[in-house]
Structure formats: structure tokens, C-alpha cells
């Protein structure tokens, strides 16, 4: 009857999980929290608030004088009526949640009345803002699908974008989340509300915002740090992480922020996905026949695969971009991020914070990576290319998950500038870390995936006419270390846990040998803890007993997953039943590109496939879903030559052979202008090329 009472007090779609307020240990490590985060700039100084609101202020004023000056234009209008037409600028995303952090941008809305258009905003304003010495860096994008105003003024980074409300005039205390306001407006004004409407809907469903703001800011910066902090590239954007949280804090409306971050774990950790996350019920009518979210109506909701649905109408899925490798990415930092919480619970007061926020180890998780550099020799012309490229990177994680031999495509968010200062031009690298299913000794072809990747970002930048001639791509296959070649050592050792001298390894892995000659030591290589049990325990000493317990069996298998991947190096191995080492294939004598290097459309080369070495036949390990067949099964082979001249197969796999073949590399020369065509491929003979760049050899 608690709860049921609870429910009308308390928003959301359920009644709350818990109504328990905190207890003293519990502030204790929200104070800790608190402090831990500080030196981490998510929290700005009196003085820059208030420099903030000064910016705002006269960018208002500029807005209201920009207003008056086209009025005057437009209408037959008395002087003394000018001012009432009024105009106004909202403020909207971290900034108006109040969790912007150090040199952040403010995300700002520019509403005007109705006799005011679009076009207006994008030529005379754009003048105006011209003409102010506080204003650099002025860029307006009108053809975005939100168009925008982005520029600096004053040091402060801003974010404008323009809605023309149906009004006569616009009022200083006009209420954006009121649905009335939505009626004949366009699409691009709606869409340019909706960032408004949503930011005040969340604060106005949460049941505490103080708590609600500073478990925010410690979830973003977890994420950021966690590398799964990018709406673009198949994360999770600001609102998306904002309204997780919002429905935390209404499941536990009295918890603390300390308590609420533990719960925000647990609860996602086990989440359900598909199912959508709701800060409110579904409006059962759409009286605006605005296109909302609803997978009853609309088949394409039904293939989301992490809904998370904004609170104000029209509702729409703020994760649509989440693909497969993205989902399971973030799941695992919630687990992880569960089992340290518990840790930190465990020890009270004591505990520490700091390893919450410890960077990824992005760079020594993977075996195999994919380097997109973009490039340009203006910058200008980077600018563009490098938000447009961006945009785009999911299109090709989305090819690599496709391949049946690529069970995992991590890309990370941070792109890194050159490596030496003398390169010259403008330039950026991202990097995408490959996990392969177990396949035994199989050459993986990743010429297609690649191409069609390509292929796809010349022919729209050419459409949207956004390419310049010195705007270029290049994709290319390393290896983990090959990886010193593109990034600073410090970044490849961010996030490494200590390693013992080589006598220790030796000794921690003969310990772990004969460890898994006994049964419970396979149970511990192959299985945890349930989380479940974590769910429905709700004694605190329990939770943290199991979980004791689960950072052991993790620990063992980090250790074995370490030897693994190859971090260990020892010479004399030996193998168990148990305790699989995988070993680097050996390097080719005939000299081969290992790369996938597509520098511009004007003449593009993709190398030789790439090599996954497994031989991986240990009980721990067991046949994932969908993986492909075994080696023993029929395999269908792909047509000869002479049959399929000038296909190009996006899979090759060379069962018979326990070594690397020499395939037959694909070219492509197209012009710019060919681009625009359906893509034809051509299979012929290229020079195979030394690092120096003298052709030696032909591949028959």
C-alpha cells in the first residue's frame, strides 16, 4: 500500500523500487564522490558561471535587436509597437541540466515569433553576429537535418539553432513543454524545439535534482573515461545518459547520489534490452500527426536494439544509432562498473572512488585494429570532412558486425591528431579493435566490407557537394604492435594494470596449470557469479560476500585472457587442456601489404586479407550462437575465377591450409566523377610493395 500510495507522488511508469533515505555512511561517500570528481573539471568556478550568464545576456540581446531590425523591415509597424514582438534565447542540453563541465559549450535556441523565417536567421543574423569582435569562429550549417549556428563568442563556445513559433509575439515567460506550440511548425523547427522541451520534461520528472545533477555528472564522466560517451558513433549521447539516470532516481527518489550510482549499475546491468527505457507512459494519441515512436505502428522501432524514448512529445528513440557491438561494449561496462561500486560499498568510507573513473584499456585489448585516418590540406575543408567522416564510422562498424568471423567491432570515440608535427596538412585517426570468432587457421577478407564503406562516404559527400579535391581517407589493418606507430606511448599503456617481472609470470601461470587440472578451476575459468542474485539480494554484507568472490574468479580470468592475447611472451609454453594460449602467426617471407589503403577516389588500393590465428579447442571456451560452422562441416566455396570475373567475394577462408595464402589483392580506379555510378569491381594483378615503396614482385 506503500508503494502504491508512492506512485502517485513520484513520477515515472512504475512505483518506486525503494523509498529508503540515506544513512551517514552513505553521505559520507557522496562527500567522497564529490571530492574524487574535482580535480577532473566537471565543476566550474563562481567567476565562470557568472562569465557564462554574461554571454548569454548579450547574445539574448543581439537575438531581441535582430528581431526589432526585421520587423521594421517587414511590417508597416509604429516604433512604439517594435518591442512587443519580443523574441527570446533558451538554453537546453548539459548546460540547462546544469552539469556542463569546464569549457563546455552551451547548447542554446533562438525562438522567435512567426513573421520572423528561417531564412532570415541564416542570412541578416549571421551579419549581425559578424559584425560583434567577440564573435570568431562563425560557421552556420543550414542544411544540417537540426540546422545550426556554431561560434565562439566571448571564449565561450556556442551551439544556436532556430525555431519560428506560430505567435504574434514570444513572452519572457513562455513555457516550451507546453503542446500547443508545436501546431504549423515545420519539421526542422520541431526537431529544433525538441531539445528544449525534452531537457526541461527530464528535470521536471525527476524527484530530486540535486541528486539527480551530481549522479549525472559522475556517470559522464565514468563514460567518457569508459570510452562509450558518442551518440555518433553507436554510444550513448549526453541526453541519452541523462535520462538512464532520470530513471534511477525515480526508482530510488530518496537515495543519495553515491547509493544512486551503485543502483544505476545494478539496475542496467540486468536491463532487459529491447525493452525501452520510459520516463512516462506513451501518449495513447497522436493529435498532431507528428511521427513519434511506437514499434506497434512504425516496423523500423521494432529493430532498436536499446530504446531509450525522450519524455516529450513527439517521443522519439534518442539511441537509434546503438548497433550489436555497441550494446554488448556498454553491457560489459556495467558489469564492470557494478562489481567496482560493490567494492567500494564494501569498504564503507574507506572506499575509493578514483578507480571508477580509471581510463579504458582500449589499446591492449584487442589483437587487431582498423585505422581510418581523414585528412585534408585546408581547414576548412578538414572541418567538414572530419564531422561528415564521423558521422559515417558507424556505417562501417556496422559492415565489420556483419562479417561471420568478426564476433565484436569496438571503435573508440578519441581521435588523435599525427604522430609527428611535420605531417603536413590537417589530420585525425580513429581506431577500431576486432574480436574474432573461433575459427582454426582462416584467412579473413575484409576488402568488400571496406570498400563498400568507401564506396558510400565518397558518393554522398559528392551528392551533398561537401568533397574537395584534397579531402582523403585511408583505412589500413594493424596489429597491437604495430599501434607505437600511430599513437604516443602514453596512450598505449592508459589503463594497463601493473605486469609482474617474466620469473613471476612463469610462476603465475605454472600456479594456473595446476590450478586447471582440477574441476573447480575450470568452473572458475567459465563461470561467475550470477548478477541476478546481486538484483534480489538486498542485505548489503551479501552483495559484497559475492562479489568478493566474483572479482577473484575475474581476476584469474584476466590473467588467463592476458596470456591469451599475447601480453605475456614466454618461450617455452605449455599448453593444458584448460589454459588456451593463442600464439601470433608467423611472419610471411613473401612481402605483402597488410594493409587497406584508400586515399582518395581518385585511385584506391585494398591489401591482402587479414590473418586470424585460433586454435582455440578447449572445453572453457564454448560454440558461441551463431557462429560459423566447424571445419569438418560442408563449406561452400565461392566460385572460380574464370566463372565470377570481376566479382569480388566479401569472405575467403582457406580451410586446407594452416598458413596465410597469397590472394589476389582488388584495386579500384575510379574518378571522382565515376563515383557517383553503382560501384563495379575489378579483380586484377597488383605490385606487391616494400615499405620503401619499390615494386619487387607481381601476384600472378
Sequence with gaps: MALDSASQKYPGITSPISLEGPKPVDLKLSAKLEETMRPFGVFESEEELAHRMEVLNK??????????????????????????????????????????????????????????????????????????????????????????????????????????LALPTIPEDI????????????QKCVRSLNGCRVTDEILHLVPNVESFRMTLRAIKLWAKKRGIYSNSLGFLGGVSWAMLVARVCQLYPNADP?????????????????????????????RLNL????????????????????????????????????????????????????????????????????????????????????????????????????????????????????????????????????????MCKWFI??????????????????????????KQAIHIKLYKEDMSVEIKHVRRKQLDQFVPAEVLTRGCKKIMKRPEVRQSTGNLQKLAASPES????????????????????????????????NTEEKCTKSDMNGETEEKDQRKTPDLIVIEDEPEQ??????????????????????????????????????????????????????????SCSPMHTDPGLHSPTLKKDISISKTVDEFKEPMQIEEKSIPVILSGGKAIEKVA
Design 59 to 164: 547574445v539574448n540581446m543581439l537575438v531581441k535587436e535582430w528581431i526589432r531590425d526585421v520587423s521594421r523591415r517587414k511590417n508597416n509597424i509604429p516604433e512604439n509597437r517594435i518591442d512587443s514582438f519580443g523574441g527570446k534565447v533558451c538554453t537546453f542540453g548539459s548546460y540547462r541540466l546544469g552539469v556542463h563541465k569546464k569549457g563546455a559549450d552551451i547548447d542554446t535556441l533562438c525562438v522567435a515569433p512567426r513573421h520572423v523565417d528561417r531564412s532570415d536567421f541564416f542570412s541578416s543574423f549571421v551579419e549581425l553576429l559578424k559584425e560583434q569582435p567577440e564573435v570568431k569562429d562563425l560557421r552556420a550549417v543550414e542544411e544540417a537535418y537540426v540546422p545550426v549556428i556554431k561560434m565562439t563568442f566571448d571564449g565561450i563556445e556556442l551551439d544556436m539553432l532556430f525555431s519560428r
Design 175 to 186: 513555457d516550451l513543454r507546453d503542446e500547443a506550440l508545436l501546431k504549423n511548425l515545420d
Design 258 to 286: 553515491s547509493t544512486l550510482v551503485q543502483k544505476f549499475f545494478m539496475v542496467y546491468s540486468k536491463w532487459p534490452w529491447p525493452q525501452p527505457v520510459l520516463l512516462k507512459q506513451l501518449q495513447a494519441e497522436n
Design 291 to 426: 511521427t513519434v515512436w511506437d514499434p506497434r505502428i512504425n516496423p523500423s522501432d521494432r529493430f532498436h536494439l536499446m530504446p531509450i524514448i525522450t519524455p516529450a512529445y513527439p517521443c522519439q528513440n534518442s539511441t537509434f544509432n546503438v548497433t550489436n557491438s555497441t550494446r554488448q561494449i556498454m553491457m560489459d561496462e556495467f558489469k564492470e562498473g557494478l562489481d567496482i561500486t560493490n567494492e567500494i560499498f564494501k569498504h564503507n568510507e574507506d572506499g575509493d572512488w578514483s578507480k571508477l573513473f580509471e581510463p579504458s584499456n582500449f589499446f591492449q585489448k584487442y589483437k587487431h585494429y582498423i585505422v581510418l585516418t581523414c585528412s585534408a590540406e585546408e581547414e576548412n575543408n578538414y572541418l567538414e570532412w572530419q564531422g561528415y567522416l564521423e558521422s559515417k564510422i558507424r556505417l562501417l562498424v556496422g559492415n565489420l558486425e556483419r562479417n561471420p568471423f568478426i564476433r565484436l567491432a569496438h571503435v573508440t570515440p578519441e581521435s588523435f591528431g599525427p604522430l609527428d608535427e611535420s605531417d603536413a596538412g590537417y
Design 433 to 458: 579493435g576486432l574480436a574474432f570468432n573461433k575459427v582454426e587457421n582462416a584467412n579473413v577478407d575484409l576488402t568488400f566490407d571496406i570498400q563498400s564503406f568507401t564506396h558510400i562516404v565518397y
Design 522 to 553: 575450470v568452473k572458475t575459468l567459465s563461470h561467475s557469479k550470477s548478477d541476478t542474485e546481486l538484483l534480489h539480494t538486498s542485505d548489503r554484507d551479501t552483495n559484497s560476500e559475492q562479489n568478493s568472490d566474483k572479482k577473484d574468479d
Design 589 to 646: 617471407k613473401t612481402p605483402v601489404q597488410n594493409n587497406v589503403a584508400l586515399k582518395k577516389p581518385m585511385q584506391e588500393t585494398v591489401g591482402s586479407p587479414m590473418h586470424v590465428d585460433s586454435g582455440m579447442n578447449s572445453p572453457v571456451y564454448k560454440k558461441r550462437e551463431g557462429s560459423p560452422p566447424g571445419f569438418n562441416t560442408p563449406v561452400k566455396r565461392s566460385k572460380s575465377t574464370e566463372d565470377s570475373q570481376g
